[in-house]
């Protein structure tokens, strides 16, 4: 048995060393990722990568499960998918921590606090968004397209102007154009 290494970090100001600092000793290859929003295992190249290279009774490690994905809860439905593929993962350190074949008690426990934290924190986001909302603040970025902009891509398109140069004279993006003439 091999214990194959994966070493996450979600942008490249991350440190991964840490991380090196435990696996090199005890795994026969280490890989790496830098990656952030994905979530399938076969749109992770280091993850893809690592799972690949596992023999039969080999085990996949990282220092915590949240090292599987971006947080926590990401990781637990990580290491389920990891598990529905056969893949066995060892855990060095967390609430996970441990060697895992399968689902368990625990893991579903770990796996239901984490849901149940993500719901808590999504609603709480929501009502702090709808409560700006009543004071009259709107969240999100500033659009590019002020008053003047529009009005200028409004005249530019009165010429027959495509798009496209409308957006280049303005230093904004077609689509941006076409989204703000069609909402106008």
């Known amino acids: 048995m091999a214990l194959i290494g994966l070493v ?6 991350q440190e991964t060393q840490r991380q090196h600092d435990a696996l090199a000793p005890i795994c026969w290859r280490v890989f790496e990722e830098r990656v952030s929003g994905k979530l399938a295992i076969d749109e992770r190249p280091g993850l893809a990568a690592a799972v690949n290279e596992l023999r039969p009774g080999d085990m996949l490690t990282v220092i915590e499960v949240d090292r599987l994905s971006r947080n926590l809860l990401e990781g637990l439905i990580t290491l389920n998918e990891l598990f529905q ?3 066995a993962v060892k855990i060095l350190g967390g609430i996970a921590a ?3 074949a399968e689902r368990s008690f625990l ?3 770990a796996l239901a606090l984490a849901e149940d934290r993500r ?3 999504s609603r709480k ?3 702090g968004l709808a409560a700006a ?10 659009s590019k397209m002020t008053p003047d902009r529009l009005e200028q891509a409004r005249r530019m398109r009165t010429e027959r102007i495509s798009y496209r140069r409308i957006g280049q ?6 689509i941006t154009i076409r989204r703000a003439l069609s909402a106008s």
């Not at 009543?134 to 500033?142: D, E, H």
């Not at 004279?169 to 077609?174: I, P, Q, R």
């Open 8 to 13: 996450r970090v979600s942008t490249d100001a």
């Open 85 to 87: 593929r056969g893949v």
């Open 98 to 100: 441990g060697e895992h």
């Open 107 to 109: 893991l579903d426990l």
């Open 119 to 121: 719901r808590d924190i």
């Open 125 to 127: 986001t929501k009502d």
């Open 133 to 142: 909302a009543r004071r009259g603040r709107k969240g999100g970025r500033p």
């Open 169 to 174: 004279a303005l230093g904004v993006s077609e």
